[in-house]
């Protein structure tokens, strides 16, 4: 069956550093990945998409990697901020149908 | 834009009784996406319409269960009768091939549901 993984425990980190979060997935041939935040209270906003084609990607402080051989994305914050202390999902979809398979979310705290 | 609209916010009812959870896409979209979040199985998906017509409701855990959308702006989701497993947050997001594209899912703020 279809399995997507990230660290369930939070990750804590120190101001000014960067946040690296993992997204491992099997048994799924995604066409794209993205990554939302989600804060308490709150639905899930999206912040990144990648393309199965696409090694990387770039938005201001936010980098996302996809390896397709290693069914693995990375996420990274650089800089970071208390401000970026939320929930982190990462989400495969397929280009048949418009469906997103969620992962279960990483916990980032950003001690200031 | 005032984005996704989600209705009522909280909702407290006893089991046995009728839930009937509220939905407003943003305007032009023509995806529409129901998720339920637990801490136990996260964030899930239910069933999702396109151009109002439903398209895969596969993740609609049993009978109990029903959605609509009569038009492009509102959508529902029914559960009757209710359980206390049926606790748990319920998204509503929609999507457009145009704005942004099909893939970018934008969410409303959530039911949460608590079934006594």
């Known amino acids: 069956s279809q399995k997507i993984e990230q660290n369930s425990e939070a990750l804590n980190i120190q101001e000014g550093k960067t946040a690296t979060l993992t997204c491992n997935y099997t048994?799924?041939?995604?066409?794209?990945l993205q990554w939302y935040r989600q804060d308490p209270g709150r639905g899930p906003v999206f912040l990144l998409l990648?393309?199965?084609?696409?090694k990387e990607k770039r938005k201001e402080r936010l980098k996302v990697t996809f390896d397709t051989t290693l069914k693995q994305s990375l996420f990274h914050i650089t800089a970071s901020q208390p401000a970026d202390s939320a929930t982190y999902l990462c989400?495969?979809?397929?280009?048949?149908?418009?469906?997103?398979?969620f992962g279960g979310g990483t916990r980032l705290m950003v001690k200031p | 834009d005032a984005g996704v609209i989600q209705s009522p916010r909280h909702e407290v009812t006893e089991m046995g009784q009728e839930v009937t959870l509220r939905c407003k896409p943003i305007?032009?979209?023509?995806?529409l996406f129901w998720y339920r979040q637990t801490m136990m199985r996260g964030l899930e998906l239910l069933i999702y319409?396109?151009?109002?017509?439903?398209?895969?409701d596969s993740g609609m855990p049993e009978d109990r269960f029903s959605a609509k959308m009569p038009n492009a702006s509102f959508s529902t989701l029914k559960i009757q009768p209710s359980e206390p497993r049926d606790s748990a947050v319920y998204f509503c997001?929609?999507?457009?091939?145009?704005?942004?594209?099909?893939?970018?899912?934008?969410f409303g703020p959530g039911t949460r549901l608590l079934v006594l």
């Open positions: 319409f396109n151009n109002n017509v439903p398209i895969d």
């Open positions: 048994n799924y041939s995604p066409a794209y």
């Open positions: 997001a929609s999507s457009s091939f145009l704005a942004g594209g099909k893939e970018t899912q934008y």
């Open positions: 989400a495969l979809g397929r280009n048949a149908g418009n469906m997103l398979t």
């Open positions: 305007s032009g979209h023509d995806y």
């Open positions: 990648i393309r199965e084609n696409e």
